[in-house]
């Protein structure tokens, strides 16, 4: 049986080869890609996104991290059936519009996909139109916000106003971040969850995406 | 000698925007008093955080520095009916926080700026961002492309160079480790081909990401002063980067006879 302990060992260790070499083992031994994925580098990953909540790691750690892990999912890949990552749950995320940045943003959307959900990262300077597009398009289950700046921060209430108009704030959970924001914004708004940092995100992403099955 | 443009009054503070939504006087001119002893010179009010009120928090927010304060003014608004409230109230030249190449601000923009070339008592200065509708700068090419269009826009309404402040936006170095040397080398390249161009910009954003974050900010300063930097936005209230700052000033020639230094190292306000 693979040692998955040792695998998200190494991963929060950032030791890639020997992560490389525990996941060539493990398919060798015929465990299932699926299973090296979840078990090991998504639950690692998991791990990593904790100890980035409380400082543990810092954000150029988390990155070599999430490297690691897609040079890993590259091995898996051929392997991999077609719905494993769908079934984690679909996000759509972006910079609302009027806004540039896109540091912050992409980070979480790297740990998303890196704890399994499958992201369409639409970018910055985001029209609410284009983000329920893309909810259609993609059946989204999660959308993510994302502003950085005071004066960008109502389009976050706009868009969800938008989405609300569509028809679609029963089918989409929405999450909200950014530098200026904060819990009681996200609440006035009526957003789903307020995240402070990547790490945190991904937990909620998640417990959205069960919350969502579940219900 | 480091131009420092004071970063305190700024409502997204939150004892600041307590004091401002109070309209506590004292707690305000205490603040500016106390970045002006540490060596502030220009006292940048931003009053955007509070939404749907910055008109009325900028206008008492002025009224009440104004009389108060010995040295010149930052107004930080992206809105040019707020500034132009905020520049009828000033009595002294102001710095304007700030244009860019985003096609809606540097449009209206533009207008305010050319209309108070000239203007002898209240001339102003302007802080110009590296950006454009494409997002931040990718490489030290694109921070020296968009400086440049940026003076030569500036200059072609009338501005000195003198008056025109290039912020090259620094970003975090902790998500790509050449940040760092990609402004460095932009600013000297702006430096070069512009002396009279001032360079500032806020700092902190290089830090973004890692532990102990006040070290990273100091010794990135110092670096970027070296490389032209003579201005910078910044909390002059924090000890350990004004004597870094004092101390890179004399490093850089720009303190006769180390006078400033000895000083300040007497005061006690430069420990090793």
């Known amino acids: 049986m693979a040692d998955f302990t040792e695998m998200k060992n190494a991963l929060v260790e950032l030791n890639s080869p020997h992560l490389l070499e525990l996941v060539n083992a493990a398919l060798a031994e015929g465990v299932a890609a699926d299973t090296i994925l979840n078990e090991g580098l998504i639950a690692g990953m998991d791990i990593v996104g904790e100890k980035m909540e409380n400082e543990d790691l810092f954000i150029p750690e988390v990155l070599m991290a999430a490297q690691m892990m897609s040079q890993a999912v590259e091995i898996l890949k051929p392997l991999l059936g077609e719905e494993s990552s769908a079934a984690g749950g679909r996000v759509v995320i972006g910079t609302v519009k009027g806004d540039l940045h896109d540091i912050g943003k992409n980070l979480v959307a790297m740990m998303l996909e890196s704890s399994g959900l499958t992201v369409h990262n639409l970018g910055v300077d985001i029209a609410p139109e284009e983000f329920i597009n893309q909810i259609k398009q993609h059946n989204a289950d999660i959308v993510c916000l994302s502003a950085l700046l005071t004066t960008t921060m109502p389009m976050m209430k706009k868009t969800i106003e938008a989405v609300r108009g569509a028809g679609l704030r029963d089918q989409v959970k929405i999450m909200v971040g950014g530098a200026p924001v904060t819990q009681a914004y996200a609440e006035e708004i009526g957003a789903d969850r307020y995240a402070s940092d990547a790490g945190s995100a991904a937990r909620a992403a998640k417990a959205l995406v069960a919350a969502g099955k579940n219900a | ?272």
């Open chain 2, 1 to 272: 000698m480091l131009q420092i443009i004071g970063e305190r009054i700024n409502t997204s503070r939150k004892e600041l925007q307590a004091a401002v939504t109070e309209r506590n006087t004292e707690y305000i001119t205490n603040d500016v008093k106390q970045q002006i002893e540490a060596g502030a010179s220009y006292i940048d009010v931003n009053a955007g955080a509070r939404i749907g009120h910055e008109r009325e928090d900028m206008q008492w927010l002025l009224e009440v520095i104004v009389p108060m304060s010995s040295v010149p003014l930052c107004l930080d608004s992206p809105d040019p009916e707020i500034l132009e409230m905020a520049y009828a109230l000033v009595d002294t030249p102001p710095l304007i926080n700030s244009i860019s190449l985003e096609k809606e601000r540097f449009d209206t923009m533009l207008p305010f700026l050319k209309d108070k070339v000239g203007k002898e008592d209240k001339e102003c200065s302007i802080i110009a961002l590296c950006m454009d509708d494409h997002g931040m700068p990718a490489s030290s090419f694109e921070i020296y492309s968009r400086a440049k269009q940026l003076i030569e826009e500036l200059q072609g309404i009338g501005m000195a160079q003198d008056n025109i402040y290039i912020d090259p936006l620094v970003q975090p170095i902790s998500t790509d480790a050449n940040k760092g040397v990609m402004v460095l080398e932009a600013v000297r390249g702006i430096t070069t081909k512009y002396p009279a161009v001032h360079i500032t910009g806020g700092l902190s954003n290089i830090s973004y990401g890692l532990p102990e974050r006040r070290m990273i900010n100091r010794v990135f300063l110092t670096l970027m002063m070296g490389a032209g930097m003579d201005s910078a936005i910044l909390d002059p209230l924090d000890n350990k980067i004004i004597a870094a700052i004092r101390t890179a000033d004399m490093l850089l020639g720009k303190d006769n006879f180390c006078m400033e230094y000895l000083k300040n190292v007497r005061a006690g306000k430069i420990v090793s």
